[in-house]
């Protein structure tokens, strides 16, 4: 067999193991749902979470969460990290927009989603697959979604950056047509939204030079979540779960504070000039409290003047606090409780973790 023959052959051979694969996993994949409103994850690698499991789902998951929204993920494929409440999305690794447009409508109607996520784009660009007309398959697509379910709130996204330039090229002319598109759907009365994910990141948030870091996916939840924020029953009314407060320091009347509202692992609070924003907004279910989508955390083996931190939330005894009738709130894991550093009341004192005495500077109030 010619060299040429065996590149056919093994060219066939993957066409063939990839058809299969998408046969295999067709069917509606083991649901997960806290009854909430139905958000569909739309789109490829990126939605899928390839090279960070779970992709921009955990952190959005989290935020959801930690804002009292309900929000129950659908789709056909299942997969993520056990901080990820709900592994449903359909997200397809490879996949082109007329890939995702030639089994859109039965997804949506196995699944009934109130809300869609679309990311696509990327593997039309990586593949130079017909990229004039790449625009107008959108449209299509969008087309066909805004039909199947026309009450629903569909959130397209510009895409996100890439590494090779003359790919990065080609994804900005894709991208520079979106708003037009969606100005035109829009027009016609349907429910679709524009969400600038391109700006969101930078090729410092690739890991690979196409798919985002830990912290670039994190920055995309970030941007879904503020669009789904913006449009009113996208993700039904926050507050139906547990209800965020202000932690207020009783020596300082200052708040417990998330600081430059970073979503970063190892972040330490700090007190600070109460001001009602989200990063000062903690909230306490079961022994869990959290900000931002993520949750306070006494570090292993923590020690008197240990630093708390904020992490990836996780469930474990380390993330498990109790709110005592004294005002004080104390680590399952250590045993020591929260504790402004050096009794000070300045803005930015760091708070520790420190042997529990119930004196000011460890006590707190929900606001």
């Not at 990327?122 to 017909?130: A, E, H, I």
């Amino acid at each position: 067999m010619s060299e040429h023959a065996r590149r056919l052959a093994a060219a066939a051979a993957t066409l063939a193991l990839t058809a299969a694969m998408a046969l295999t996993q067709s069917g509606v994949a083991a649901a997960e749902s806290n009854g909430g409103v139905r958000v569909m994850p739309l789109g490829d690698s990126i939605t899928e979470g390839t090279q960070v499991p779970g992709g921009y789902r955990t952190g959005l998951w989290q935020r959801l969460a930690g804002g009292g929204y309900r929000v129950d993920f659908v789709g056909t494929q299942f997969n993520g990290p056990s901080s990820l409440g709900d592994h449903d999305h359909e997200g397809h690794p490879g996949w082109r927009i007329d890939q995702i447009d030639a089994n859109i409508s039965g997804w949506l109607q196995a699944t009934a989603p109130r809300t869609v996520l679309l990311h696509i784009g990327t593997n039309d660009v990586l593949q130079n697959y017909q990229l004039s007309t790449a625009p107008g398959r959108l449209s299509s697509l969008l087309d066909r979604i805004t039909a199947a379910a026309p009450a629903a709130d569909v959130f397209v996204a510009t895409i996100i950056p890439l590494s090779n330039a003359g790919q990065e090229n080609a994804a900005r002319t894709f991208n520079a047509a979106l708003p037009g598109i969606v100005q035109s759907k829009v027009n016609a009365g349907k429910h679709v939204h524009l969400v600038d994910m391109h700006s969101a990141l930078t090729t410092a948030d690739l890991i690979d030079g196409i798919h985002p870091t830990a912290t670039g996916y994190d920055k995309m939840a970030a941007a879904w979540y503020t669009a789904l924020r913006s449009v009113p029953g996208s993700i039904g009314s926050g507050g139906t779960g547990p209800t965020a407060s202000a932690l207020v320091s009783a020596a300082s009347g200052r708040c417990l504070d998330v600081p430059g509202s970073s979503t970063a692992n190892g972040v330490q609070p700090i007190i600070w000039d109460c001001n009602g924003r989200a990063n000062q907004q903690w909230t306490v279910s079961g022994q869990s409290i959290q900000s931002l989508g993520r949750c306070l955390d006494a570090p292993t083996g923590a020690a008197p003047g240990s630093k708390v931190q904020m992490w990836a939330c996780h469930g474990g005894t380390n993330q498990q606090w109790n709110l005592n009738a004294n005002g004080t709130v104390s680590s399952v894991s250590s045993g020591l409780c929260l504790d402004v550093s050096g009794n000070a009341t300045a803005n930015g004192t760091l708070v520790i973790l420190w042997s529990c005495t119930a004196a000011a500077n460890q006590r707190w109030t929900r606001a």
